[in-house]
């Protein structure tokens, strides 16, 4: 329960000031989106990592590979977090993965399984990065965070993005 609370709240604190303006009014909106977000990570079993934090991680070169989870031509080609990895999933929770996709992902994260693993897809409310976290942990990764503010924040925060030539 503490968990969950503590998710709803770290939601609420990633609130722009265009939505701060609309609180009271999209108030049912902001909790059905805190809810999902909780439920998504309690399911997952993964932690969850803030802009400002990661950006810092990033800024002390802490040993970590970082997984955007976005079409690789439509979003990671035109911009990502500098040193992410593209490696696309569907935004509906998977519950099973084939065997290719698997054996791709296994690759892609290596035999470390304490290797600190961060996804990120584009926005709080896209799954993407759910999957690629749910499925790190399934697959015995232990050290697994989501970004959930995603390359929207990471640009409203104006951090650098690196793009594909």
Known sequence: MRKTIYLVVILCLMATPAMAKDWFRDHLKTEKAAITFAQEVARGDYGIVSTDALKQMIDAKKPMLIVD?????????????????????????????????????????????????????????????????????????????????????????????????
Not at 101 to 129: E, I, Q
Not at 153 to 164: G, I, L, S, T
């Open 69 to 165: 989870t976005m079409p690789y031509a439509k979003s990671y080609k035109k911009n990502h977090i500098p040193g992410a990895v593209p490696f696309e999933f569907p935004i509906p929770e998977m519950t099973s993965i084939d065997e290719e996709t698997k054996a791709k992902f296994l690759t892609l994260l290596g035999a470390d399984k304490d290797r600190l693993l961060v996804f990120y897809c584009g926005f709080t409310k896209c799954t993407r990065s759910h999957n690629g976290a749910m499925w790190a942990r399934k697959f015995g990764y232990t050290n697994v965070l989501r970004h959930p503010g995603g390359i929207l924040a990471w640009k409203q925060a104006d951090y650098p993005v690196a793009k594909v030539k």
